[in-house]
């Protein structure tokens, strides 16, 4: 996929864990009847690369909508072009110890500044994070999976919704945008 002004990283929370099933295949189908071009996927995660038709964020509210009423559940879908993901990548302001330590969290709109300082400064243990304009960059100090750094609680915490990808997975979507 070549880069275009309208390529987009989308990104949707929390699917394929839990009940919360999404294949990827219908994922491509969703967005393709959106009006997408130039659609694929990378792993089972929730990540399409497509260049949507119109205004972006139109886009990633139709394709929640759309999901919502398919499967029954409702997952913020937030996207990024290429040049936004890589920016996120370059400011990653923690040494990268290992790429699955190491995540971005692009949220759904940047949060209130006073949000942001206020959880930067709570204890998550050995997890550090950081808030740069709408991404929460996080080094988990043992891996996401047995942080108290959760979805809910950076929701709580900043006001607004996101999703993470470890650095490996950015990497991999950069590639495939840029490749």
Same mark, same amino acid.
């Given at each position: 996929m070549s880069e275009s002004s309208t390529t987009r990283i @989308?990104?949707?929370?929390? #699917?394929? @864990?839990?009940?919360?099933?999404?294949?990827?295949?219908?994922?491509?189908?969703?967005?393709?009847?959106?009006?997408a071009t130039d659609v694929s996927t990378y792993i089972a995660s929730g990540n399409l690369l497509c260049s949507p038709p119109g205004d972006p964020a139109e886009?990633?509210?139709?394709?929640?909508?759309?999901i919502e009423k398919r499967y029954g559940f409702f997952r913020e879908v937030v996207s990024r072009t290429p040049a936004e993901v890589r920016a996120a990548l370059d400011a990653h302001p923690f040494? #990268? #110890?290992?790429?699955?330590?190491?995540?971005?969290?692009?949220? @759904?709109?940047?949060?209130?500044?006073?949000?942001a300082a206020a959880f930067e400064g709570k204890d998550?243990?050995?997890d550090i994070k950081r808030v740069i304009g709408s991404d929460l960059h996080i080094r988990y100090a043992?891996?996401?999976?047995r942080s108290k750094l959760t979805a809910p609680a950076i929701a709580?915490?900043?006001g607004v919704q996101g999703t993470g990808?470890?650095?490996?997975?950015v990497r991999k979507l950069l590639d495939l945008t840029e490749g």
């Amino acid at each position: 996929m070549s880069e275009s002004s309208t390529t987009r990283i @989308v990104l949707i929370r929390a #699917v394929n @864990v839990g009940g919360a099933k999404l294949p990827m295949a219908e994922l491509r189908e969703i967005a393709t009847e959106l009006g997408a071009t130039d659609v694929s996927t990378y792993i089972a995660s929730g990540n399409l690369l497509c260049s949507p038709p119109g205004d972006p964020a139109e886009f990633d509210r139709a394709l929640g909508h759309e999901i919502e009423k398919r499967y029954g559940f409702f997952r913020e879908v937030v996207s990024r072009t290429p040049a936004e993901v890589r920016a996120a990548l370059d400011a990653h302001p923690f040494e #990268v #110890v290992d790429d699955k330590y190491s995540y971005v969290y692009f949220l @759904v709109a940047e949060p209130d500044a006073d949000k942001a300082a206020a959880f930067e400064g709570k204890d998550f243990g050995g997890d550090i994070k950081r808030v740069i304009g709408s991404d929460l960059h996080i080094r988990y100090a043992e891996g996401a999976g047995r942080s108290k750094l959760t979805a809910p609680a950076i929701a709580r915490g900043l006001g607004v919704q996101g999703t993470g990808r470890n650095l490996r997975t950015v990497r991999k979507l950069l590639d495939l945008t840029e490749g």
